[in-house]
């Protein structure tokens, strides 16, 4: 069993910054891809960033420019450093973990954490 553990989400006033942290609970797991989705009120749960175990990084339009995200691979931590916030970014922000053990894929999904921008 994986778990992923989140921190780092809060409240913030628009043009404010957060950075979030999530750590794989097994540091010797090969994990292809980590990331983050978001979910609003309301509305579907999006993809925000990923990043594959190449660093190779992948972002959603809406934050280009003011969100980076980035992985230790030794740890199985991910990041994402949120600048310039916007009260649009508000949501309940998810860490994600794509795995294969044997061939067999595996999703891994963090309990979640608030992320509130005040404007």
């Known amino acids: 069993q994986v778990q992923l553990v989140e921190s780092g989400g809060g409240l913030v006033q628009a043009g404010g910054s957060l950075r979030l942290s999530c750590a794989a609970s097994?540091?010797?797991?090969?994990?292809?891809?980590m990331g983050w989705y978001r979910q609003a009120p309301g509305k579907q749960r999006e993809l925000v960033a990923s990043v594959t175990s190449g660093s190779s990084t992948n972002y959603v339009d809406s934050v280009k420019g003011r969100f980076t995200i980035s992985r230790d691979n030794a740890q199985n931590t991910v990041y994402l450093q949120m600048n310039s916030l916007k009260p649009d970014d508000t949501a309940v922000y998810y860490c994600h973990a794509e795995a294969v053990i044997f061939g067999i894929r595996y999703d891994y999904w963090g309990q979640g954490t608030q992320v509130t921008v005040s404007s």
């Open positions: 097994r540091r010797r797991l090969r994990i292809n891809v």
